[in-house]
Nanobody, 114 residues
Framework: VQLQASGGGLVHPGGSLRLSCAAS????????LAWWRQAPGKQRELVASITTGGGTYYADSVKGRFTISRDNAKNTVYLQMNSLKPEDTAVFYC?????????WGQGTLVTVSS
């Protein structure tokens, strides 16, 4: 499974961005799709995940601001990010758990700064 993340960029505090992660194969049978982030000098952390049944998980730091969704027809998972804060600045990665293997996208940089 190859994953291509996109949508990062520079945004002012309070702004919004939508990240996309396109998969090279059908995501219909991929149970867990997720977004992670890694800020400079910090470990990679799980931001949000979504299952085939639509169940979602969010880190406490993004609850109420970020929304993860999946479009099986487009083989794409999204992360809508609203009310962005400077502390959201990080490289964001998508992942897919498929047949016992976690696949990673290449990362997209999100910078929140005035």
């Amino acid at each position: 499974v190859q994953l291509q993340a996109s949508g990062g960029g520079l945004v002012h505090p309070g702004g919004s961005l939508r990240l996309s992660c396109a998969a090279s194969r059908s995501i219909f049978s991929i149970n867990a799709l997720a977004w992670w982030r890694q800020a400079p000098g910090k470990q990679r952390e799980l931001v949000a995940s979504i299952t085939t049944g639509g169940g979602t998980y969010y880190a406490d730091s993004v609850k109420g601001r970020f929304t993860i969704s999946r479009d099986n027809a487009k083989n794409t998972v999204y992360l809508q990010m609203n009310s962005l804060k400077p502390e959201d600045t990080a490289v964001f990665y998508c992942s897919a758990d498929y047949r016992g293997t976690r696949y990673w996208g290449q990362g997209t940089l999100v910078t929140v700064s005035s």
